[in-house]
């Protein structure tokens, strides 16, 4: 499908650069006909949910994974942590590149030092560390791995509000460098009152990867690829959905994130019996999608001609979810990750 089919126009000023309070973000409300947005707020979820509703949510927590090391010329060099190879070696992202050569040496805080042993093909680079980054370490000397779009100083210390907003408050384990950002406008008192309701609440994780920021390069969306991610289904929440479908409830997606994993758990050729599933996934949903699990999507709103974008555009109908792009910037909705949230109740006709 043409990419420039999924672009349109955003102000600077609609882009969020700072998290508001969790609970009170603006809510645009989508249902499953044709017709006008309802515009309503995060806490009044609960209230749009319906008794029964299994609701799915990503819980996998963000590491702080930006380093910033100096070189011998005292250049300052940002390495991203992307996944770990061994105790002390990781591949990461670095910029600017030229100074992450092989052979390069960089100094850290608290005395941390790094070589670059090898550059990849696609660019990534294995980079050797004096020392394994524990977790505690990682808290002290790493940086939140907030998107490019939310402008930060380079090298300059997290905020304590930065590093507190951009994490769920049902984070587990710190295992990627991306949030799922539809899950960070719960409050404990929303959750609470979800499970009131008699809405049902399961976990999966998905290991959000740098590949979330990854520009979509080609003109046809049939070129791009999706990098690859980790994903754990624990055998509750594999049982939890198996019933809603059984019972006809509806599953509700917390972000794309989650439908993704979901949507490609029900696409594996071989599936565990009575166990948790453990899989990666490079799953691109684009319009046309038969979605077999999902169906209903809480999410934000996404940066044009993105592979999310596309994802919820297969959910809602591309036309009609630009439409709602077009009226939230008119009505002053905020943007992605720290901006306001849609609800989505698909589309029954799912035309592109």
């Not at 126009?9 to 309070?21: C, K």
């Not at 499953?32 to 979820?45: T, W, Y």
């Amino acid at each position: 499908m043409r990419v420039d089919l999924f672009d349109y126009e955003l102000p600077t000023a609609s882009i969020a650069q700072a998290a508001r309070p969790r609970g009170s973000s603006r809510l645009m409300v989508l249902d499953g006909v044709a017709g006008a947005p309802e515009h309503r707020r995060f806490s009044d979820l609960p209230s749009l949910l319906r008794p029964g509703d299994l609701l799915v949510r990503n819980d996998v927590g963000v590491r702080p994974a930006r380093l910033y090391g100096k070189d011998g010329e005292d250049r300052l060099t940002e390495i991203f942590l992307v996944r770990r190879e061994d105790a002390t070696r990781w591949r990461c992202l670095a910029k600017p590149g030229r100074r992450a050569k092989p052979g390069r040496s960089l100094a850290f805080e608290e005395g941390v030092t790094a070589t670059v042993e090898t550059v990849h093909d696609d660019g990534s680079r294995t980079v050797r560390f004096d020392r394994a980054l524990d977790d505690d370490l990682l808290a002290r000397i790493g940086r939140t791995p907030l998107p490019p779009y939310i402008r930060r100083d380079a090298g300059a210390p997290d905020s304590a509000e930065d590093r507190a907003a951009y994490q769920t408050v049902f984070a587990r384990e710190n295992l990627a460098v991306a949030a799922p950002t539809a899950g960070l406008h719960f409050t404990p008192e929303i959750l609470s009152a979800l499970a009131n309701r008699g809405v049902e609440i399961a976990d999966l994780t998905l290991e959000v990867g740098p590949g979330t920021f990854k520009p979509v390069t080609v003109e046809d969306s049939d070129a791009h690829r999706m990098d690859a991610e980790e994903v754990a289904l624990p055998r509750d929440t594999l049982d939890a959905i198996a019933r809603a479908k059984r019972e006809g409830r509806r599953v509700v997606a917390v972000g794309t994130t989650v439908t993704r994993s979901l949507e490609a758990y029900e696409r594996l050729e071989e599936k565990p019996v009575g166990e948790p599933a453990r899989f990666a996934t490079d799953l691109f949903i684009t319009p046309g999608f038969d979605f077999r699990v999902v169906d209903v999507l809480l999410t934000n709103f996404h940066l044009p001609r993105s592979t999310l974008l596309m994802l919820v555009s297969a959910f809602a109908g591309r036309e009609r979810l630009l439409e709602a792009y077009a009226q939230a910037v008119r009505s002053g909705y905020l943007f992605y990750s720290f901006g306001d949230a849609m609800l989505i109740g698909g589309d029954p006709t799912r035309q592109p």
